[in-house]
């Protein structure tokens, strides 16, 4: 990185100089000083997730060191996204920062919605942009080799299963390191559950695992990282250009897939087919369950007896968490990348603030801070920076950073769920479908050739079959380079 480059925080602080010395003040001595003379206040929307609970018990930090005050509003997934379209539809300057999901990236860029933050972080030596791990920024908050959004909390996916119930059962420990997995597979995955279902654990009876299989969304948050690691992919080409929309999900590998998502539902409670996100790392914090896999905020959260309760489960000490198996004997692995990031509304009048917000709240001190929190047991390890990952207070409240930094780096967010401008209406099919075949209302065979058809039919409608626009080659060596770029490097 260029170590001659004018901060933005510098720039604001000269600027904040040169104005009081005009006006015959004495000159201003730091950025809090400068915020604080101009008495900015900036509204954050944000989503009921748990970062949402460590960024609002630290913000104060924020307004200390700067003085720029800060409103934060957290809603829900569905609330938000509501929100935001009639924010956007309208032009109303609804708020300065927003969460964003991964999957309306697309949409709010093309539509100009949101302004690319690339001036602001090639201005800000400060930002420390290249200490992001490429994965997290590649999956969350790039699109057409622009910087949208930065990411505020990152989530792969990774296993936790019962080491009390595996040394009962005679099992090895699971590999917590890629280095240390060899030739895990899924066949010695689904081998597993069938030793420890139904097995009997200090009286209580254990379901080898749990499924999110409510639908429409939650069911193919959890789905496609199975199908990804059996080879499905959405489309005959995407993110690679040229972009070719024609829909591939109706293949050997998602059948395989589908079929053994059964026997991962047919060893878990009846009652997950209806389960949520949070339903099932709950499930696994009542005690009945084996091993499952579910997005790394769970290595955490499975430590209360309910969602965010702050009662310690009863699991607490009694379980590891493992990398992910591959489909076969030292094959390549593809993880689901996905999570939230923080974008700035092209309507907003405080952008200078806003985007001091945003880098902080996305910087290794502030997430350092937000993971420090101490409220109902510590609660976000969501890092997307390799020095939170690398910080040895961090790895003491959260041993398990190591595996999940492993996950992160096989993360590839743009190929499990692939952010197509019309995603959400593609994901309601699909899940719906899924489901489907979960109730034994259709067979796996026909729930996919009845995806592959309503995919068919909303991607020509939607003229993305054929492809008129333009493509970018959107792979992570690409946005590597936007990375060297942006960092001066």
């Given at each position: 990185?260029?170590?001659?480059?004018?901060?933005?925080?510098d720039?604001?602080?000269m600027?904040?100089?040169?104005?009081?010395?005009?006006?015959?003040?004495?000159?201003?001595?730091n950025?809090?000083?400068?915020?604080?003379q101009?008495d900015t206040?900036?509204?954050?929307?944000?989503?009921?997730?748990?970062?949402d609970?460590?960024?609002?018990?630290?913000?104060?930090q924020?307004t200390?060191a700067?003085?720029?005050?800060?409103?934060i509003?957290?809603?829900?997934?569905t609330a938000?996204?509501?929100?935001?379209?009639?924010?956007?539809?309208t032009?109303?300057?609804?708020a300065?920062?927003i969460?964003?999901?991964q999957m309306w990236?697309s949409?709010?860029?093309?539509n100009g919605?949101i302004?690319s933050?690339?001036?602001?972080?090639?201005?800000?030596?400060?930002?420390?942009f290249?200490d992001?791990?490429?994965?997290c920024?590649y999956?969350l908050s790039?699109?057409?080799?622009h910087v949208?959004?930065?990411?505020?909390?990152?989530?792969?996916?990774?296993?936790?299963?019962?080491?009390?119930?595996f040394e009962a059962?005679?099992?090895?420990?699971?590999?917590?390191?890629v280095?240390?997995?060899?030739?895990?597979?899924?066949?010695?995955?689904f081998?597993i559950?069938d030793t420890?279902?139904?097995m009997?654990?200090?009286?209580?009876?254990?379901?080898?695992?749990?499924?999110?299989g409510?639908?429409?969304?939650?069911?193919v948050?959890?789905y496609t990282?199975?199908?990804?690691?059996?080879?499905?992919?959405?489309?005959?080409?995407?993110?690679?250009?040229?972009?070719d929309f024609t829909?591939?999900?109706?293949?050997?590998?998602?059948?395989a897939?589908?079929h053994?998502?059964?026997?991962?539902?047919?060893?878990?409670p009846?009652?997950?087919?209806?389960y949520?996100w949070?339903?099932?790392?709950?499930?696994?914090?009542q005690g009945?369950i084996?091993?499952?896999?579910?997005w790394t905020?769970?290595?955490y959260l499975?430590?209360?007896?309910?969602?965010?309760?702050?009662?310690?489960?009863?699991?607490v000490?009694?379980?590891?968490?493992?990398?992910?198996?591959?489909?076969?004997?030292?094959?390549?692995?593809?993880v689901?990348?996905?999570?939230?990031?923080?974008?700035?509304?092209?309507?907003?009048?405080?952008?200078d603030?806003?985007?001091?917000?945003?880098?902080?709240?996305?910087?290794s001190?502030?997430q350092?801070?937000?993971?420090?929190?101490?409220?109902?047991?510590h609660?976000f390890?969501?890092f997307?920076?390799?020095?939170?990952?690398?910080?040895a207070?961090?790895n003491a409240?959260y041993?398990?950073?190591?595996?999940?930094?492993?996950m992160?780096?096989?993360?590839?967010?743009?190929?499990?769920r692939p952010?197509?401008?019309?995603?959400t209406?593609l994901?309601?099919?699909?899940?719906?479908?899924?489901n489907?075949?979960?109730t034994?209302?259709?067979?796996p065979?026909?729930?996919?050739?009845?995806?592959?058809?309503?995919?068919q039919?909303?991607l020509?409608?939607?003229?993305?079959i054929?492809?008129?626009?333009e493509?970018f080659?959107?792979?992570?060596d690409?946005?590597?380079?936007?990375?060297?770029?942006?960092?001066?490097?």
């Open positions: 990185m260029s170590k001659n480059r004018l901060s933005r925080r720039f604001l602080r600027s904040g100089a040169a104005g009081a010395a005009i006006a015959g003040a004495s000159p201003l001595g950025l809090a000083k400068v915020a604080a101009t206040t900036i509204n954050v929307l944000t989503v009921g997730d748990p970062w609970l460590a960024l609002q018990s630290v913000v104060e924020f200390e700067t003085g720029i005050g800060v409103n509003e957290s809603l829900g997934y938000l996204q509501a929100r935001l379209i009639n924010a956007f539809l032009q109303s300057a609804d300065d920062v969460a964003v999901d990236i949409q709010y860029a093309d919605w302004r933050l690339d001036d602001f972080i090639a201005m800000d030596s400060d930002a420390h290249d992001f791990l490429p994965e920024l999956s790039t699109w057409r080799n949208w959004t930065l990411p505020i909390a990152s989530y792969a996916q990774g296993i936790m299963y019962r080491t009390d119930l059962a005679g099992l090895d420990a699971l590999p917590a390191s280095a240390d997995a060899g030739n895990w597979t899924w066949e010695d995955y081998g559950l420890i279902n139904g009997d654990l200090d009286g209580t009876s254990m379901y080898g695992t749990t499924v999110i409510a639908q429409p969304v939650p069911v948050h959890m990282q199975l199908a990804a690691s059996y080879g499905t992919r959405w489309f005959t080409q995407f993110p690679e250009a040229p972009w829909p591939t999900i109706n293949s050997e590998a998602n059948t897939a589908l053994d998502w059964l026997r991962l539902y047919a060893a878990s009846p009652e997950s087919i209806n949520l949070f339903d099932a790392g709950t499930r696994f914090s009945d084996g091993m499952f896999y579910h905020p769970y290595f499975v430590n209360n007896e309910g969602y965010l309760t702050g009662t310690p489960s009863p699991v000490d009694k379980f590891e968490t493992a990398v992910l198996p591959t489909m076969t004997a030292g094959g390549e692995q593809v689901s990348l996905g999570g939230w990031s923080l974008g700035m509304p092209s309507t907003s009048a405080n952008q603030a806003a985007w001091q917000f945003i880098k902080w709240a996305t910087g001190e502030g350092k801070a937000m993971g420090q929190v101490n409220v109902k047991g609660q390890a969501d997307s920076r390799k020095s939170n990952y690398d910080d207070d961090l409240i041993p398990f950073l190591g595996t999940q930094l492993e992160m780096r096989l993360g590839d967010g743009k190929v499990v952010p197509a401008p019309i995603y209406s994901e309601g099919v699909y899940g719906l479908q899924i489907q075949a979960m034994g209302a259709v067979s065979e026909q729930a996919l050739e009845t995806t592959q058809t309503l995919f039919n909303i020509s409608g939607n003229q993305m054929p492809y008129g626009v493509s080659d959107d792979t992570l690409n946005t590597k380079a936007l990375i060297a770029s942006l960092s001066g490097m």
